[in-house]
């Protein structure tokens, strides 16, 4: 229910008429889950309903999984939103209750990942019977007060995502930024945004998973690029570019920001007829006429109207590598199709930090830099990783497996690549495989832990190197970071090796 004196929240079209019946929300302990039913409840819905799979104790047994899932919310207010879904839900079905009494639904809200686990199989039916399925990713579209910025991509979302937030924080025309990432470390901000104003600016992360939960697109969008990637999930890449152009495809989108870079989107994801196009690239030639942003030296510069608007310095940054470069040209596109770009644009983009978990220097010890790249789950993210680091490296990489090639990546071996420690998984098999064949095999080392593999790229690197844990593969996450992990995180078991008397100076690197 809301808070006393507070105004309710204003459910969206596909809630409003079941607004007194059961909405099931599907994974209640998960960032996705709680936010809906937080929302829910806000809005004054009596008979919200939790699902998960955790243990048919009572609702508390979801309280670990729910600290867990909102790792990135300060622990006073995690505490008070699983306090408010505690007090808030109608009704518990939990462990074998799973699922249980969901026919009687209004409306099911499920997570994103939903089709992709068994126990689910119940929603399969109930949504090919035509019965509705309800999400996060719409409901940030139907129930923001004002514009929306939806980005996209197989590779560096997040972190373009996280750039647009950071310039438009600085548009003077801008009341307030919130962003809705899609990982534990973002704050949910569904309630928030659909109390802000028409000035307001939402800035949303939207997975393949999501776009197949849509049916309208943010007016803005943004699509970073497209590569394979989770075609187990969807069958081939056919179907995963299917996916991905449903950002611009979908009714709604009125400006789509491509990368001229990129043959791929360019020609798997076109732009809705009526659209206004934009892109961004490493030269002005990329953006084939059309505005956008492109690399002009050591500056991003706007075209608009045919003509160079707006220039931005870029030399010294904190984002390292060539991947980020194109993060910021596509972060600064979107932004020029807003407006004007504000007069701190620069200074916005030269105190961005990286994000955690994606190219982070964590560490500095007697000349090595130890950089944790977490969230690279593909091979080609992984290179990506590599090069941006510009000096000789140590690779802990290794995991499940997705099946993509790992070609290019047995290819950086013994140079820039020096040594690759591999956790266990299947991934980590093909990839030796990979490094076998190309005749590094000596190159190769295992360890069974995280905090044995960092000890072994530790004693292995050398003065002017990095130790760079970038995956390229999933499933490393849930292995070592989860609730019953295998070691410590990367950046306490790089500080157990010798822990410094100090913390390591911020170093900028050129971008």
């Keep these: ?4 004196g507070a105004a309710a929240a204003v459910l969206p079209a596909a809630l409003a008429p079941h607004r007194d019946a059961p909405i099931h929300v599907v994974g209640i302990a998960s960032v996705e889950g709680a936010e809906m039913a937080r929302f829910c409840l806000a809005a004054g ?13 009572g609702p508390e047994s979801v309280a670990a999984a729910f600290e867990r899932a909102h790792a990135g919310l300060p622990v006073p207010l995690r505490r008070a939103r699983w306090r408010a879904l505690l007090e808030g839900v109608w009704s518990w079905r939990l462990g074998d209750r799973y699922l249980e009494g969901i026919d009687e639904a209004a409306v099911v809200v499920p997570t994103q990942a939903w089709f992709l686990h068994p126990a689910n199989r119940p929603l399969a039916a109930w949504r090919d019977a035509g019965r509705p399925l309800y999400s996060l990713a719409q409901a940030y579209l139907d129930c923001a007060s004002g514009p929306v910025v939806g980005v996209s991509g197989s590779h560096g979302k997040s972190t373009t995502a996280a750039l647009i937030a950071a310039l438009a924080a600085r548009t003077p025309a801008v009341e307030a930024v919130r962003l809705a990432g899609n990982d534990r470390h973002h704050l949910p901000c569904l309630v928030e945004a659909a109390a ?3 000035a307001d600016l939402l800035v949303v992360e939207i997975s393949n998973r999501q776009l197949l939960q849509m049916e309208t697109a943010p007016a803005v969008a943004c699509l970073t690029n497209l590569t ?9 890449f056919a179907a995963y570019a299917a996916a991905k152009a449903r950002l611009f495809a979908l009714p709604g989108n009125r400006v789509a920001v491509r990368n001229g870079d990129d043959p791929v989107s360019l020609a798997r994801c076109p732009v809705a007829p009526g659209a206004r196009e934009l892109r961004f690239a490493r030269e002005l030639a990329g953006l084939a006429g059309r505005d956008g942003a ?15 608007a707006e220039r931005l310095p870029v030399a010294w940054l904190a984002l390292r590598g060539a991947h980020n470069r194109a993060n910021i040209r596509a972060a600064v596109a979107t932004v020029a199709a807003l407006g004007p770009l504000p007069a701190a644009a620069a200074d916005a983009l030269r105190t961005f930090a990286p994000l955690r978990h994606r190219t982070q ?6 000349g090595v830099d130890f950089v944790d790249d977490l969230n690279s789950t593909t091979p080609q993210s992984t290179v990506a990783a590599i090069q941006a680091c510009g000096r000789p490296v140590v690779l802990i990489c290794g995991g499940d497996d ?3 090639d790992v070609g290019p990546l047995a290819a950086t071996v013994p140079d820039p690549v020096r040594r690759v420690v591999l956790l266990p998984g299947p991934g980590s098999e093909r990839i030796a495989r990979a490094l076998e064949a ?3 095999a000596a190159h190769i080392e295992r360890a069974p832990t995280l905090d044995e593999a960092v000890a072994l790229a530790a004693a292995a690197a050398s003065l002017g190197s990095t130790v760079l844990f970038s995956p390229a593969c999933p499933g490393v996450f849930h292995a070592f970071y989860g609730p019953d992990p295998g070691g410590r995180g990367f950046r306490a078991a790089v500080r157990a090796l010798r822990p410094p008397a100090t913390s390591p100076p911020r170093r900028r690197a050129r971008a």
Excluded: I, T
């Design 294 to 308: 492109a690399d002009d030296g050591d500056a991003v510069v706007v075209r608009r109207s045919g003509r160079m």
């Design 438 to 440: 190309a005749g590094a």
């Design 402 to 404: 997705k099946g993509l």
């Design 228 to 236: 394979p990637n989770h075609l187990d999930e969807h069958g081939g």
């Design 361 to 366: 220097l964590v560490w500095q010890q007697d």
């Design 196 to 198: 802000g104003g028409p």
């Design 1 to 4: 229910m809301p808070p006393p």
């Design 45 to 57: 819905c009596p008979r919200v309903v939790g699902h998960d799979l955790a243990p048919e104790s």
